[in-house]
């Protein structure tokens, strides 16, 4: 028998959907003449980050970047390894790091310190979702979507165990 957790709609798709057309405009304004290098991180960035480009009226460019600390739980590990590195030179650059979810920190720190050594010329962050009252290490994230309570959440590309990627908007796992 599947575990079947109860979920509780805590964005609907509608409201996503604002959120990525003001964080487009943001980004628009900010890189109108400029050449974008967007990176996203996998898996869970794929669905906001397929969105968000389709807003973006910009010459750009696609990378992506794997990392995990998760593995099958709720809870970060607090050790991150580099699944999946650039395939690309990102020297001299601007670029735009895509992520679902900034939780306590660790991963997206890790993956920006990793991008830093890379030597881009600028390098900022891009989330739909922040939990900060989760924050083990400071991030500073230049683009948000939205900042959430302290709940585990699926939907949107996010995932429980790899499941739940698929639905259309953001759920609270219920106890």
Request: charged share 30%.
């Amino acid at each position: 028998m599947v575990f079947q957790p109860q979920l509780r709609i805590l964005i609907s798709h509608d409201q996503i959907a604002k959120a990525v057309d003001r964080l487009a405009r943001e980004i628009r304004t900010d890189y109108e003449d400029k050449q974008l290098l967007l990176i996203g991180v996998l898996k869970g960035s794929f669905v906001f980050m397929a969105d968000l480009i389709r807003q973006l009226d910009l010459p750009l460019e696609l990378e992506f970047v794997k990392a995990c600390s998760y593995g099958a739980r709720q809870e970060s590990s607090g050790r991150v390894r580099l699944v999946q590195r650039l395939s690309t030179s990102i020297k001299g650059k601007d670029v735009l790091v895509i992520e679902d979810i900034v939780d306590t920190g660790i991963t997206i720190s890790f993956v920006l310190d990793y991008l830093r050594k890379k030597k881009p010329a600028s390098l900022k962050l891009c989330a739909l979702t922040d939990k900060p009252s989760r924050r083990r290490v400071p991030v500073c994230i230049d683009y948000l979507g939205f900042t959430l309570p302290n709940r585990f959440i699926v939907g949107y590309g996010l995932d429980l165990d790899e499941r739940f990627r698929n639905l259309p908007d953001i759920y609270v796992v219920e106890d």
